[in-house]
Nanobody, 118 residues
Framework: QVHLVESGGGLVQAGGSLRLSCAASGRVFDINVMRWYRQAPGKQRELVATITSAGTTDYIDSVKGRFTISRDNAKNTVYLQMNSLKPEDTAVYYC????????????WGQGTQVTVSS
């Protein structure tokens, strides 16, 4: 089992920045990839950013150059630094983890709301 807790969401004006955190506990030694997803009202949940245990990162096109995913292994925490925020970034952001021994299982956090005003 992996337990994920997100924090760092809030209300920010367009052009501003926020940093989301996702603290993992449990079988953290078994985690091989962590991702940030988001879900806006009335829309499907979409993948935003990925980071592997090797440190490889990937982003959806709409956030490239603005968002940065990183991880602090000593703190078992993954971050999403969001700069130059736009109103269309408004969503609930969810942290996701997958572990090596159960690759078909997704672990999710409770989500954190990000609201960007124009």
């Amino acid at each position: 089992q992996v337990h994920l807790v997100e924090s760092g969401g809030g209300l920010v004006q367009a052009g501003g920045s926020l940093r989301l955190s996702c603290a993992a506990s449990g079988r953290v030694f078994d985690i091989n990839v962590m991702r940030w997803y988001r879900q806006a009202p009335g829309k499907q949940r979409e993948l935003v950013a990925t980071i592997t245990s090797a440190g490889t990162t990937d982003y959806i096109d709409s956030v490239k150059g603005r968002f940065t995913i990183s991880r602090d292994n000593a703190k078992n925490t993954v971050y999403l630094q969001m700069n130059s925020l736009k109103p269309e970034d408004t969503a609930v952001y969810y942290c996701n983890a997958k572990i090596r021994t159960l690759p078909s299982v997704n672990y999710w956090g409770q989500g954190t709301q990000v609201t960007v005003s124009s």
